[in-house]
Nanobody, 115 residues
Framework: QVPLVEFGGGLVQPGGSLTLSCAAS????????LGWYRQGPGEQRELVAD???????NYAESVTGRFTISRDNAKNTVYLQMNSLKPEDTAVYYC?????????WGQGTQVTVSS
């Protein structure tokens, strides 16, 4: 069983919005720090945002004020609300769950921002 599965990627016009979801299974979701990372063409994977088990959030400077990360422990799901999207946000977005020595990754979902 795949621990993390992302949903919600797609094609959106500049200035548009998109919400990514990541559903988790098979581990103690509420204990984990959850993060969204992205990797653009020819680029290294970078942290977009993360949220601790206590709900503290952290954002990359490039997305601050435009993206919002949230978690629903009852649904074992983490979300990334993306507003005012720019072409440079185009990337494969990955969900990550981390706690102690445990580190899980989703398979990634493509987000393309283009007119």
């Amino acid at each position: 069983q795949v621990p993390l599965v992302e949903f919600g990627g797609g094609l959106v016009q500049p200035g548009g919005s998109l919400t990514l979801s990541c559903a988790a299974s098979g581990f103690g979701f509420s204990l984990y720090t959850l993060g969204w990372y992205r990797q653009g063409p020819g680029e290294q994977r970078e942290l977009v945002a993360d949220i601790s088990s206590g709900g503290k959030t952290n954002y990359a400077e490039s997305v601050t004020g435009r993206f919002t990360i949230s978690r629903d422990n009852a649904k074992n799901t983490v979300y990334l609300q993306m507003n005012s999207l720019k072409p440079e946000d185009t990337a494969v977005y990955y969900c990550n769950a981390n706690w102690a020595q445990f580190d899980y990754w989703g398979q990634g979902t493509q987000v393309t921002v283009s007119s």
